[in-house]
């Protein structure tokens, strides 16, 4: 699989498009990969709070690419 033997990344960058099914499982890919280790950098257009709640951090942006929002899913609380 992706996630055994020596060829694991250093770091993923990934755009996951709007499908919450399919979202939902390459999440899990992407936190299994992060517990390795490898740092994962993903853009999600308007993830649910399902999803943005697996990341460890996150960086909310307005739609003109203003930052509206850094740190974790915890703190953000209602804002969103």
Known sequence: GV????GCPRVV??????CSYMAE???RIL??????GVMV?????????TL????SHLLLLTPDG???YHGTYDQVG???
């Open 3 to 6: 996630l055994r033997g020596r």
């Open 31 to 36: 936190k299994a990969l992060a517990e390795r």
């Open 52 to 55: 943005a709640q697996h990341f």
């Open 66 to 68: 203003r930052a509206a």
């Open 13 to 18: 960058l990934l755009v996951v498009l709007r």
């Open 41 to 49: 950098v993903s853009s999600m257009h308007a993830p649910s709070s």
């Open 78 to 80: 209602g804002r969103c």
């Open 25 to 27: 499982g390459v999440v």
